[in-house]
């Protein structure tokens, strides 16, 4: 079927400013990339996949400005042996990145391998990301697949001994970056990967993870405080037998966030678990989309997601899990949950279970609600404040979220981004 | 210290008044006991005084050391010297019990213009005292109350208690849930705080608990006002006859 007149408009506006990048053995899939989005049209307000966030500020030609942020606290996961790598605004900063080299991994850029004829990367750029365009189309992935004009290929191969972190800067107010990254966890390998900074105005990520049988990635990100810059990222995950991955996601401000996650069980026994703290306040919104499909037996998934609303903000959650025909022993569990401050907050939710297995056990639920009042007179009564005991059951209320970061720096380091979120609008 | 006048209290929502004209004393130094059977108003007595909301005070006063507290925030009357050890304590998770304690006791000491407590003395004074409720390490690092045991919630509150040195000090219904080595345990806790200096008001169904905590004065509080005053005795008296006999006996 034809697109509609003004969805058509819309794409050929916005891919008209694009241009692919040089494609070496990658070629292939940003072409196909590129006919996904033009057969599938950019998102639209019509959209049932996007009735709860409007996509206009996503698909427009140019990046809306966005102010850059002056920092008032420590940059995010510094104080960790690490290894950084920098973009800033998109463009990958050799000057202030670490050396691309660790034992038990490679770091590829997009860029070297575009020249290269065969790559490992040749077997993940875009193949999940394609896979993911079923049952539900992500246009805006596939815009990032064909157009990515930065990004890296890591490919762990043993137990890393320190995590790789990506600090994504801002420092364009009229920034448009979009970047691509790949991670391929080898049978047995295991990683951490941190993600922090707002990366740009408007900011299109993507990131491919294949976790092969027996590996471990845990990915936590942070995606800054510049309030008015706009992200929409996608996760795509494919899990081997007896894999593990986890994520979590710090979000404090931003007009608009759309962060959606693929992750697809495809061997025995993986685990995968994806969680989300929010704090927004004003003209904030955050969306969370998250589609899981069991494909495999034994297989666990738990999603968690957690957002503070106030002053008008607004928080989305559509969340799904796909239990396959066969996916017996399935062990899947969703919560999501806002904690709406005042009466002008809103929050949107759409909780989906669809099984097609009969010995599976998935749950689900979602609430909003204000503070728990039993808590806050019981730390009254103890004598803390009526603001020092609203927040502390801010973070209660968060917790169940922080609690999926496994390492308990990284976790501190996150609870103090909370706490300074709530200790600024005492 | 503490002092009640014609206590008359309804709930807010709902045009049901609870308490009816409760009048009580509890002296420094003394231990009064409240029993009376369920729906007396017990709990709505202990909320009231701690200053839980829900509850419309339409008549009386109540006063801690000549303060008026019926007006003031609960965190106000935890600062002048206002205890309660919940029922029910509240699970509060991703808080650890030793920030919460910290944070409690720190807020308490800057509402009287005192100096906060250091960090290597709060540490101090709170292994010190969590030792005696055989509190351990891995119980203050868990956040406040969650997955603790009936008996160990109750320990925590006591605890907390010890922490705060509160002037005045009402237990609700401390012993419920209780094991008898639990409630020993609580009561030894209750026992080490006893000072001349400080007042108690333990609320509870039954003797048992005032065997352990023996009460200087017991009271029968039944459909809101006390209907009775006595020794030790009197609590015999409940355990032994129930309350109907004491309530047919007033009602006489």
Known sequence: MALAEAKQTATEARLSGLGLPEGGCLKAARQAALSRVQTMGLPSRRDEYWKYTRPDTLVQAEAPKAALFEADEAPMFDAFERLNIVFVDGVFDQEASDDLALEGLSIDRLEDICCKDIHWAKDLYGVLEARGQTPVERPLAALNTAFASDGVAIRVTGKVSKPINFTYVHSDENSDAILHHVIRVESGAEVTILENGPAASRFNKCMEIDVADGGKLHLVRAQGRDHKRRAATHLFARLGTESVFKSFTLTVNGVLTRNEAVIELTGDDAVAHIAGACVGDGDFHHDDTVFITHDAVNCESRQVFKKVLRNGATGVFQGKILVKEGAQKTDGYQISQSLLLDDDSQFLAKPELEIYADDVACSHGSTSGAIDEEGLFYLRSRGVPLAEATDLMTLAFLAEAVEEIEDPEIAADIVSRLEGWLARRR | ?252
């Open chain 2, 1 to 252: 210290m503490l002092e009640i006048k014609n206590l008359q209290v309804k709930l807010e929502d709902e045009d049901k008044q609870i308490l009816k004209g409760l009048d009580l004393k509890v002296e420094a130094g003394k231990v009064h006991a409240i029993m009376g059977p369920n729906g007396s108003g017990k709990s709505t007595l202990s909320y009231v005084l701690s200053g839980r909301d829900g509850y419309e005070v339409t008549e009386g006063s109540a006063t801690l050391e000549g303060e008026d507290i019926l007006e003031l925030e609960p965190e106000e009357r935890a600062a002048a010297g206002m205890f309660l050890a919940f029922q029910y304590p509240v699970e509060i998770p991703g808080v650890g019990n030793m920030t919460f304690l910290r944070t409690a006791v720190n807020a308490q000491r800057k509402a009287r213009g005192e100096e906060e407590l250091s960090a290597s003395d709060f540490l101090k004074e709170v292994r010190a005292k969590a030792k005696t409720l055989k509190i351990d390490a891995d119980m203050l690092k868990r956040p406040v109350n969650v997955g603790f045991s009936g008996g160990e919630k109750k320990r925590n509150e006591i605890l907390q208690m010890a922490m705060l040195e509160p002037k005045l000090c009402i237990l609700d219904e401390t012993d419920s849930g209780l094991d008898v080595d639990a409630m020993k345990l609580v009561a030894e806790g209750v026992n080490a705080l006893r000072d001349e200096g400080r007042g108690f008001l333990v609320i509870t169904h039954y003797q048992r608990l005032l065997d352990h905590i023996k009460p200087d004065v017991v009271h029968i509080l039944a459909n809101g006002r006390i209907v009775k005053t006595g020794g030790p005795e009197l609590a015999l008296e409940v355990e032994n006859n129930g309350y109907a006999g004491i309530l047919a006996e007033v009602d006489a």
